[in-house]
């Protein structure tokens, strides 16, 4: 069965400061990896996927994720934050397999951005 | 482009009542699934379907049933609300390959 582990529920950064939010899965084969956020009361929006070839993968509003496959990780990362990112974000994994179309996700971490 | 339609936004329903949340997507996308979110719990996959007329179960079933009878349009159906189910509720459409796009959510309150 396919998983991901998101070590912390919440990350508080400063803003201007680097932010990385953490994940680790596993699944059979080789994986398709996401990330989402989600800001209050609103639905979960896409950041960004690794699903082949260069590790580290850029996404939405200057977010980026580097896959690591030997340590099974896909942690997301930002070089400055800003207020506007805090929100819940989600990490998600499913496999390559033709028909493999299960999404599993993390529990979320809760991303805090202080002025 | 709509994306993934979700309706209602907000439900209220009294224990032991019934009744169907709706998604349907434009976007020809062979996969659609429904999740319900928790607080610490993440999305959970209640059921999912690969294409018009197959469904199938995902972590938590009990209590929820699903058809599909188009591409477009996967409803999950409760048979007799609990408050157990109260949760925000999010259909997702996907294609091989792809992320999901998901529905602005359904927020469901069982009394």
């Known amino acids: 069965a396919q998983s991901v582990a998101q070590p912390e529920d919440q990350v508080n950064v400063a803003e201007g400061n680097p932010l990385t939010v953490k994940c680790t899965y596993s699944?059979?084969?080789?994986?398709?990896l996401f990330w989402y956020v989600q800001y209050p009361n609103r639905g979960l929006q896409f950041l960004l996927k690794?699903?082949?070839?260069?590790?580290l993968v850029k996404g939405s509003y200057g977010f980026e994720a580097e896959f690591n496959k030997s340590q099974t990780s896909f942690h997301l990362k930002k070089p400055s934050a800003l207020v506007s990112d805090s929100a819940l974000y989600f990490c998600?994994?499913?496999?390559?397999?033709?028909?493999?179309?299960?999404?599993?996700f993390g529990k979320g971490t809760k991303l805090s951005v202080i002025p | 482009n709509a994306g993934v339609t979700q309706t209602p936004k907000f439900q209220v329903l009294k224990t032991g009542q019934s009744m169907t949340l709706q998604c349907a997507q434009d976007?020809?996308?062979?996969?659609m699934s429904w999740y319900r979110q928790d607080p610490g719990m993440g999305l959970r996959l209640i059921h999912y379907s690969v294409g018009a007329g197959i469904t199938d179960q995902g972590e938590v079933p009990n209590g929820y049933n699903v058809s599909r009878s188009t591409t477009e349009d996967f409803p999950l159906r409760l048979l007799s609300a609990a408050p157990s189910q109260t949760s925000v509720y999010f259909c997702a459409s996907s294609k091989p390959g792809y992320g999901y796009t998901f529905g602005s959510g359904t927020r469901l309150t069982v009394v």
């Open positions: 976007m020809n996308h062979e996969y």
């Open positions: 690794y699903i082949t070839g260069d590790n």
């Open positions: 699944v059979s084969g080789n994986p398709y």
């Open positions: 998600a994994v499913r496999g390559s397999g033709a028909g493999s179309y299960q999404l599993t």
